[in-house]
Structures are given as structure tokens and as C-alpha cells.
């Protein structure tokens, strides 16, 4: 999709995640000519970044119910083995039963959240969910409640579950709502994120196309080392650091493959290396093309 100048925001002097200045940025990616846009990568915070953002008007057209279905919303099969890989993860580290709370930002119809409740349910857990999104897209369900994302301050509760599934990217300031989702989780509670790693995938692959304009930050291994560094490490306990899931359905059976084979060589570089952790200690790979990051973390 190729955006007008009246569509686009004035372009900008400093990277639109931690806002250093540009001289510090190397251009990776052309994801438009005319008007121009860039995705920049930032030496300060290791995001990568489309100098130019679309104005707010255009990002209602673009992410209007009828234009736009994110592909875990759409996805059952995703959708169910994310669920039941956090539900597991959760009931491995929880010490208490109780309901746990879940906030879902970005969550859309409300699909990844009743999941979980659903996978959280088999192992014991009650829960409640809260979804976070632009637009009320949820069928009515009394377990799930809608906050509009433009409310978010008004929020002062805390939950035992905050998810960012996808959704970081597409934001125009995430930095500012990554701090507070991770703000959001209680004590002793989790934060998951996933987001898009391709800027590796777009230097090696000719004619790879980085998701402009819906995505207008690409955020891997190195910006997620570099960002949960900023956190003292009596405060978080870092439990998935790893390349995503893998978001392409099996019926897609070439793409699913490259995306196994891809995604694995990097699992398989860091099991290698930490068999020597004092000799190569490095939770990143080498092998970047991993296509997409996820972590989870708890609060201690
Ligand atoms: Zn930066």
C-alpha cells in the first residue's frame, strides 16, 4: 500500500521508539518512493522504524474492522497453540489458585483471550479478561470486558496476565505504552510480547517487503535485550526470550516449512551455545532470520 502526502505525518528527526536523534540511524529498508519512506535502524535502542508514520485519519481506514483482521484473530490453530503455551507457562510459575486477570492490548474480537481463559480453565484457573483495542469488535461475552485503547490511562488496576500479542508494531508511540502494559502486570505477574523481526529477512531476501504501513516498527532479539536491560534484574525474571511462534498455517505448506527451518537453525545455534554459556554468552543469535521475537516475563 502506497500512502499520499496528505495520508503521512511530517517526517521526523529521531527514532520514533527511544526519540534519539537520527544521526545516529542507518537506512535499512525503502518501503515507499513517492512520497519517500525509510524504515531506519536505531543504534541507540536496536528498533528499526519507517521514518514517516501515517496521520491518525489514514490508520482508521487502514485498521477498520472491515479492512483489517490481525492473523491471530483469524487463526484458530495459532490462536489455540499460543493459548496453550502461556496457560502452561503460567500454571508451571503461579503458587496460588485464584482467578487470574487478564489484559489483552490489541486483542480485537477477544479470540487469544478466550482461549487462554479456556486453557486456563482445564488446568484449574478461573480468569477474567479485559481487551484493549481500537475498535469493539468482541461477540457479547460476560467473562470479557471492552476498554477503548484511547482510555488506557484510566486504568489503575493490576493483572496477573498482560499480553502485547503482534501489537507493539503498529503502534506510532510504543515505547511509551510498552512501559505501561509492563507497569500493569502485578507483582509476580506475566508480561508476553510478540513482535515482527524481518529487517534481517529484508537485507537477505530480494523483494522482501517489510508490512508498510501497518507496521512501523520491526523489534527483534537485539531491541528486546537492550530494552528489558533498562529493568533491574531483581524486578523481572526473564522466561522466554526466543524466536516467535510460528504464525504461518500449515495449509501454507512452503512458507510453514521455511518458517520451521528458519526459526529452528536459531533455536538450535542458542541451545549449542549455551551448552558453553562461558564462552559465547549471548541470549541472541547469530542467525537473524527468525522473522519474529516473543518474550515472557514475570514481575518479581
Ligand atoms: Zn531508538
Not at 39 to 59: A, G, H, I, M, W
Not at 74 to 80: H, K
Not at 289 to 296: A, K, N, P, S
Request: glycine share 4%.
Amino acid at each position: 500500500m502506497i500512502l499520499k502526502e496528505n495520508e503521512l505525518e511530517l517526517g521526523t528527526n529521531k527514532c520514533n521508539f527511544c526519540y534519539s536523534n537520527l544521526n545516529n540511524k542507518r537506512k535499512v529498508y525503502s518501503a515507499q518512493k513517492l512520497p519517500i519512506v525509510n524504515y531506519y535502524f536505531c543504534n541507540e535502542c536496536y528498533v528499526c522504524f519507517s521514518n514517516r508514520q501515517p496521520k491518525d485519519t489514514s490508520l482508521e481506514e487502514i485498521y477498520s474492522p472491515v479492512n483489517y483482521s490481525s492473523s491471530l484473530t483469524s487463526s484458530d490453530d495459532l490462536t489455540v497453540k499460543l493459548a496453550k503455551r502461556i496457560a502452561k507457562q503460567i500454571s508451571i510459575k503461579k503458587d496460588n489458585l485464584k482467578e487470574i486477570k487478564v489484559l489483552d492490548f490489541g486483542g480485537g474480537n477477544g479470540n487469544l483471550s478466550k482461549k487462554i481463559s479456556s486453557e486456563l480453565l482445564k488446568l484449574g484457573y478461573e480468569s477474567k479478561c479485559t481487551v484493549i483495542d481500537i475498535h469493539n469488535s468482541i461477540q457479547k461475552d460476560d467473562n470479557i470486558e471492552f476498554v477503548n485503547a484511547k482510555e488506557i490511562n484510566k486504568i489503575k488496576n493490576k493483572f496477573d496476565l498482560v499480553l502485547a500479542s503482534a501489537v507493539l508494531e503498529h503502534l506510532k508511540s510504543p515505547k511509551a505504552i510498552l512501559d505501561k502494559l509492563i507497569q500493569l502486570t502485578e507483582k509476580k505477574g506475566f508480561f508476553y510480547a510478540r513482535t515482527p523481526w524481518e529487517e534481517p529477512l529484508a537485507k537477505f531476501i530480494p523483494n522482501y517487503k517489510l508490512r508498510w504501513p501497518r507496521h512501523l516498527f520491526d523489534m527483534g532479539g537485539d531491541f528486546w535485550n537492550k530494552y528489558l536491560s533498562g529493568y533491574n534484574k531483581n524486578k523481572i525474571n526473564i522466561i522466554w526470550f526466543r524466536p516467535s511462534i510460528i504464525e504461518t498455517s500449515i495449509y501454507n505448506i512452503f512458507k510453514f516449512l521455511a518458517s520451521f527451518v528458519l526459526k529452528s537453525i536459531a533455536v538450535i545455534e542458542l541451545f549449542l551455545r549455551n551448552l558453553f554459556p562461558k564462552k559465547n554468552p549471548s541470549k541472541i543469535p547469530y542467525f537473524k532470520l527468525v522473522g519474529g521475537w516473543e518474550v515472557l516475563i514475570q514481575i518479581k
